[in-house]
């Protein structure tokens, strides 16, 4: 649960236990005007100045002034009528809530005492000496509660920024494995158009296929913010996406690559789906950019625990060991992890690159 979802928990607490003391007073006696009415003023007060007022939490000023009206209006019910005693259970939470650091514990400790003075606790002290302990303990209960309640809302808050740093990062992948690639394979159509300019043949291709890689480009990156699921998912299976990416990579490129399938078809969930089809835009980018390849081939296996994508080539290849890789493998390994998989990597100067990704299914 979220920050404003805790908040929402403790505001509720304070309404239901101000509802039970009502109620309990209407049962008993029939219903006093003046105390329902004030029961009805210190509903609306909380409501117009705590409730509606998020943004003012923990702000000395304004709300210390309105923590001392809602004990000053508690106090009053309680002299009218014990059963409001119950309504401290639902205001325990709310020195925390309202004050800022230690001033929450200044506010318990007003907020028992005036309770206890107006149930004439503390006028019992000196016949009855076991009365200051119940008094100690009601502050004990009083600063346990607060602070629990100060806690869940602090690690709410740091769940919700550790979720925000996550969704940041994954983005950034997005927009890696959408704009960033595309306009990789943009400025090589026209790298290449611009060496053959004396082929016009070859200048109106290598144009022609910039327009098509910009126009996917933009199709993906419209898509993906709406969504964030790759586009070719949408209409086609993993593997006809697979052959989908692949047929226009290696029209764009060049490079002759090959597609199979292993194992019997299952509908994978949407995250594994477009973690698969990422790795293999990602791994045919770095192809087209660093291997110098003469053929590929993409192979997607279904087998009894996990589904893996293997990516071959027969290019220069690297020494994995010398180079930490660029921003597409971290985010690929990035992304592979947050569904539980792996990414590895085996290539060799001279000897291609076998790049494997292990999803489990569950």
């Known amino acids: 649960m979220d920050e404003a979802g805790w908040v929402r928990v403790f505001h509720l607490l304070f309404y239901t236990c101000l509802t039970v003391a009502a109620t309990i007073v209407v049962l008993e006696g029939g219903p006093d005007p003046a105390t329902l009415a004030l029961t009805a003023l210190m509903a609306g007060w909380y409501a117009f100045f705590v409730a509606r007022r998020p943004a003012l939490l923990e702000r000395l000023n304004p709300m210390a002034w309105h923590l001392l009206v809602l004990i000053a209006l508690q106090s009053a019910l309680i ?145 993906s913010v709406d969504a964030l699921r790759p586009e070719p998912l949408e209409r086609a299976e993993l593997h006809e996406a697979l052959a989908a990416v692949a047929e226009r990579w290696s029209a764009a490129t060049g490079v002759l690559v090959t597609v199979s399938v292993d194992g019997e078809l299952r509908r994978l969930p949407s995250e594994m789906e477009t973690t698969v089809l990422r790795a293999a835009q990602e791994a045919l980018a770095n192809v087209a950019r660093h291997a110098r390849a003469g053929r590929a081939a993409l192979t997607l296996s279904y087998m009894d625990e996990e589904v893996t994508l293997d990516v071959l080539d027969d290019g220069t290849g690297f020494d994995p060991a010398a180079t930490g890789g660029g921003y597409g493998l971290i985010a690929m390994r990035e992304r592979a992890s947050r569904s539980g998989g792996t990414v590895t990597v085996e290539s060799a100067p001279g000897g291609g690159t076998a790049l494997c990704v292990s999803i489990p299914y569950v």
């Open 79 to 223: 002299r009218m009528d014990s059963a409001y005693e119950t309504t401290l259970f639902g205001m325990f939470a709310l020195p925390y809530l309202l004050l800022p650091g230690r001033w929450g514990y200044a506010g318990t400790v007003m907020l028992v005492f005036s309770s206890s003075a107006a149930g004439g606790l503390i006028e019992m002290i000196p016949h009855d000496p076991s009365v200051l302990g119940r008094l100690v303990g009601n502050i004990m209960l009083a600063t346990v509660m607060g602070l629990f309640a100060r806690d869940l809302i602090r690690h709410s808050e740091q769940n919700r920024v550790v979720g925000t740093l996550e969704e940041r990062a994954r983005l950034a992948r997005e927009i890696h494995d959408t704009l960033a690639q595309g306009f990789s394979g943009i400025i090589a159509q026209l790298e290449a158009a611009q060496q053959g300019i004396d082929d016009p043949d070859t200048v109106r291709k290598r144009i022609s296929l910039a327009k098509q890689l910009a126009r996917d480009s933009l199709n993906e990156a419209r898509r």
